[in-house]
């Protein structure tokens, strides 16, 4: 990043830990809708950030596994760019789906059972964070079952296959998307997620339509900003956060960085591309 950018985040970073966690969870929603979620993920992380927001996830950074060179949260922030998605309901359980991983014991090099403790620890997180009901019973419906195309692939179970249906309603769709997200990131078994997909939506095409789809008008309400707003741009200059000739150069719907009072997050992606332009 530029080195204006990179200079005034010690201090924006101090910041950061006096939000009130219903501002933390505001732009992380942004980031996750931004076009590329994961640079947003990964700056906060380079920041030592992303504890402010889970504990858990944060303790995924350094703890390998069984057969990949990188750590698991690099696993999850490769899960989040192969989904290219800005949806945030698919981009928040992408993040948290092995955060489950750093709660349970390692055996072997894997983490058997990791799913619904991964799904719990998020749902703890999302409520604080400040997420509507709606969108943390999704999210964590989708954790607790993302290992079960590694339980059905060799033994498929129609009954289980239905609960599924049933259990994720109108989400079907995004599961899938983030199985197949997580085998091209490094988990294998691309090919088993197409067979099970396959056999689980022809099984839905002969249920009644009890499955519908979820109110998506939920997910709209985190657009909404918690806080008074000021003009980006002069927040920076008057508190010197960032020089003149980069916020010259910033569009304001480009900014990262907060001040005593406010967190600033849009297009991060952008603003980092922008910046490494420039440096």
Known sequence: P????????????????????????????????????????????????IKHICPDLANLKGLKQSGRRKDVFHHSLRSLQMAKSEDLILNLALLFHDVGKGIVEKVGGNFPGHAKPGAIAAEKTLKRLGFNKSV????????????????????????????????????????????????????????DVKKVEKMVRNLKSTLPDEAGEDDESE?????????????????????????????????????????EKYSLISDIDSLIDLADDRS
């Open 219 to 259: 997910i709209q309400k985190l657009d909404e900003v918690p806080h008074q707003e000021k003009n980006s741009k002069e927040l920076l200059k008057s508190d010197k956060i960032m020089t003149d000739s980069v916020l010259d150069v910033i569009d304001e719907s480009m900014l990262f960085m907060m001040s």
């Open 136 to 191: 943390v019973s999704r999210v964590s419906n989708l954790i607790a079952n993302h290992k079960f195309v590694d339980e059905m692939k060799d033994d498929f179970d129609v009954d289980e296959a239905k609960k599924l249906v049933l259990e994720l309603r109108g989400d079907l769709d995004r599961f899938f998307d983030l199985c197949h997200a997580d085998a091209k990131a490094g988990s294998g078994g691309a090919d």
């Open 2 to 49: 530029h080195q204006s950018l990179s200079e005034a985040m010690p201090e924006a970073s101090e910041e950061f830990q006096r939000l009130k966690a219903d501002r933390i969870g505001w732009e992380l929603a942004k980031i996750l809708q931004a076009e590329k979620p994961w640079k947003g993920i990964s700056f906060l992380s380079s920041y030592g950030l």
